[in-house]
């Protein structure tokens, strides 16, 4: 396993709405910190008016290639623009889905060889539909593998977060690998976000071992087990020790990759680079717990 981060890890400043640091300031204050390789984010510049939103995207794409090849960065992974589906009008489905089709596209212009991207959760006139939700997802996810196999993209297929309040899709390991097999397709494969399973109280070394060889991409988060915290880990209640192991012990090959961008969200500028080289020197301590 190699230490990776996302490019979130650097964004905002004492918990502000706005996007304080660029994408260019987060790649470089990463290389900063030590990190070599680096999960690009589209979800956060796919809002607003932000760069993944305006013609010249693929422009503002090619140039962050440029500045992480200066620094001998690799995008190892990237993560998609998502939305909720249901509720939308036909303009918006048709804007959301070309967000879509940017960070596929996107993904290939940095080079990443897996996107992450969420599934998406069906509701009937009664509740929650798991058969529509199964169809909808096979549908989707085949039309978004047509477009990633042109760029040389694969797709790694997140787990959600379900609580007993609401029902999400590909919350369980079983209906992640259901829709895999369904898929039939290597270019597939699974991502599995930790802070996601904690807060579904999931038995994760087990769910690993399930997973196995599809495991192909990680989203590292801890949280208090109350809601999606996205800090880093030892500062929330995950147990870190046997995931490591477990990690190991299934032989996963892909990267360990953060997602803890209120780790630093709440920090003013001036303080985010200490915490950010915090967060390497940290992650190669833990990669250590799985020599």
Not at 114 to 134: A, E, N
Not at 226 to 245: C, L, N, Q, R, S
Request: net charge negative.
């Amino acid at each position: 396993m190699r230490l990776s981060t996302s490019t979130c890890i650097h964004e905002r400043v004492c918990w502000g709405e706005e996007i304080f640091y660029t994408c260019e300031e987060s790649i470089t204050a990463c290389f900063k910190a030590g990190y070599r390789v680096l999960d690009m984010n589209y979800a956060t510049y796919s809002r607003g008016t932000l760069p993944m939103t305006q013609p010249n995207w693929e422009d503002w794409v090619k140039k962050l290639r440029e500045l992480a090849d200066s620094y001998g960065i690799e995008f190892s992974q990237a993560h998609a623009h998502f939305y909720e589906w249901g509720g939308l009008s036909a303009e918006e489905e048709t804007w959301n889905e070309e967000l879509m089709r940017r960070s596929i596209i996107g993904a290939g212009l940095v080079g990443a060889k897996w996107l992450v991207i969420h599934p998406g959760s069906v509701h009937d006139d009664i509740w929650y539909s798991y058969k529509k939700s199964l169809e909808a997802n096979v549908e989707a996810f085949k039309k978004y593998a047509d477009l990633a196999a042109k760029h040389n993209v694969n797709i790694a297929i997140e787990n959600m977060i379900e609580s007993r309040e609401t029902r999400r899709y590909a919350s369980s390991t079983e209906e992640l690998l259901e829709l895999l097999d369904v898929l039939d397709d290597p270019i597939f494969g699974i991502c599995w976000d930790f802070g996601h399973a904690h807060l579904a109280k999931v038995d994760q070394c087990e769910a690993l071992r399930t997973i196995g060889k599809n495991l192909k991409a990680l989203h590292v988060a801890d949280n208090r087990g109350e809601k999606d915290d996205h800090i880093a880990p030892y500062f929330g209640t995950i147990v870190w020790e046997p995931i490591m192991k477990t990690l190991k012990e299934i032989e996963y090959e892909g990267d360990f990759t953060y997602e803890i961008h209120n780790f630093t969200n709440g920090l003013p500028h001036g303080m985010h680079d200490q915490a950010i080289r915090f967060t390497y020197e940290l992650g190669m301590f833990m990669l250590d717990l799985a020599k």
